[in-house]
């Protein structure tokens, strides 16, 4: 799998796990074993487009490990999608699940394509021949899909009908975040950004800081469009907020509600009227307390690391902050991390709510949903902190080594067949 390292996020991801296993003094035995994906599908998926011509897609899935259950994590529409990325956030799920003790491995899909190219009868076609060419590979025990960057509710309901069908009865359990009236659960689609901004608020918090605080958002989509309502919610000032079309910035605040509408409107948030534009570079370095990053990977790089201005780094994209980044925000204490594998985790704690409602389709209310939610989100958030403090080591390697001491235990006390 050595071709893999050719991408710069797999390499990211092996060269954080290569740290933390030597401070956790994994052996050699289990390593590599912990290390690489179980499992690497590709396929290519020949469509027929509106116009009658015939494009073939590229797609991926990735499965982590089985260790502690069945493999779990997003599929991404996007034009850049490759398998080694795919790899890394596979990977990145497994340390994730791990972390907030959920009976997963981890996996992540991809389709290159950018689906803002696409009417929805191509999407739905692009979809469905997905899933059929991934059937022999995914089951509710065996690798559960749920929406990520370019995807969605729809994607999902289609996603659960394409593999109904082969089975011959509904199997709502082999996909999380689809549509309530379908089997999802309520409180999946806002769970992310919620979960973001539940565990900004509790550092703010703990910092101390006003509750008017200045934030920021990269990414205007599920996971950064409810990371913003979350905020504005426990008081913050929304002062700069991007998305692929760019940035916009005001110092005085922006007004979300307008802002959701002309959304909704223009399907971007530049040319916004109550605010500056700007670019998404310059955003991610104006003065805030709180900086989410929800959109992209590595977006916080050397280059602007020892620019940002915040107090809170919290990571609602995965692997926003790269390797050479966090060097630097180690040494810049004045700046309290809270990691992807924790930050975001909302997302995949409300799927496995729904996955587990599925399969006993017995449904929960939201406030149940949102009480158990944020009792896991405050006990980890404690978890790490503790962690950190008594190695003194900064917080995301403390998540890492946390979630991967746990994959680690698995394989170790399960055994190696045959
Ligand atoms: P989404 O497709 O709903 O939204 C993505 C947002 O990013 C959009 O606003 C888009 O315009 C913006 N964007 C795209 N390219 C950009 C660029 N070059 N510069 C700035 N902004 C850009 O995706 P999402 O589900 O919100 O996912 C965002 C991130 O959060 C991804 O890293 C994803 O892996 C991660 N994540 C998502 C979930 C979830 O439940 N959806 C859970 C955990 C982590």
Redesign the pocket.
């Known amino acids: 799998m050595k071709h893999l390292l050719a991408s710069p996020a797999y390499k990211m991801a092996c060269d954080q796990f290569d740290a933390v296993a030597d401070f956790l003094n994994i052996p050699e035995s289990l390593r590599e074993r912990t290390k690489l994906p179980k499992r690497l599908v590709t396929v290519s998926l020949p469509v027929r487009l509106d116009s009658g011509e015939v494009k073939v897609f590229e797609g991926h899935r990735v499965q982590h490990h089985l260790t502690l259950g069945p493999t779990k994590g997003?599929l991404r529409y996007h034009p850049a999608v490759e398998i080694g990325e795919v790899a890394a956030l596979a990977m990145w799920m497994s340390w994730k699940c791990a972390l907030a003790d959920l009976p997963y491995g981890g996996a992540k899909g991809g389709v290159a394509i950018d689906p803002r190219k696409f009417s929805i009868g191509e999407l739905e076609r692009v979809t469905r021949r997905y899933t059929s060419e991934m059937i022999p590979f995914i089951s509710p025990q065996t690798d559960v899909m749920a929406?990520?960057?370019?995807t969605n509710e729809q994607t999902m309901a289609w996603i659960m009908d394409t593999y109904s069908h082969q089975l011959g009865h509904t199997a709502s359990s082999i996909v999380t975040g689809k549509p309530v009236s379908i089997g999802g659960s309520l409180g999946r689609r806002e769970a992310?950004g919620r979960g973001v901004a539940f565990l900004a608020n509790r550092v703010s918090d703990l910092l101390k800081l006003p509750n008017d605080s200045r934030v920021i958002v990269?990414?205007?989509?599920?996971?950064?469009s409810f990371a913003a309502i979350g905020m504005v919610k426990y008081g913050a000032r929304l002062v700069g907020i991007?998305?692929?079309s760019g940035g916009i910035h005001n110092v005085k605040g922006l007004d979300l509600a307008a802002l959701q509408e002309y959304v909704a409107r223009t399907g971007v948030v530049t040319g916004f009227p109550d605010g500056d534009k700007i670019s998404?570079e310059e955003l991610l370095v104006q003065p805030c307390e709180i900086l989410i990053p929800?959109?992209?990977?590595r977006v916080i790089t050397a280059k602007n690391a020892g620019k940002i201005q915040c107090r809170i780094l919290a990571e609602?994209?995965?692997g926003p902050t790269t390797v050479e980044a966090d060097a630097i925000l180690r040494q810049r204490p004045e700046i309290f991390v809270i990691p992807d594998i924790l930050c975001?985790s909302g997302?995949v704690i409300v799927s496995y709510f729904e996955w587990v409602q599925d399969l006993q389709s017995f449904f929960w209310a939201e406030t149940e949903i949102f009480d158990k939610l944020y009792r896991i989100l405050d006990h980890t958030l404690d978890t790490v902190i503790k962690e950190a403090r008594k190695h003194n080591i900064d917080h995301r390697t403390a998540a890492l080594s946390l979630g991967i001491q746990k994959v680690v235990n698995g394989k170790a006390i399960r055994g190696l067949f045959p």
């Open positions: 997003g929406p990520d960057m370019g992310t990269q990414g205007f989509g599920n996971v950064g991007g998305d692929a998404n929800a959109a992209l990977d609602g994209a995965n975001n997302g």
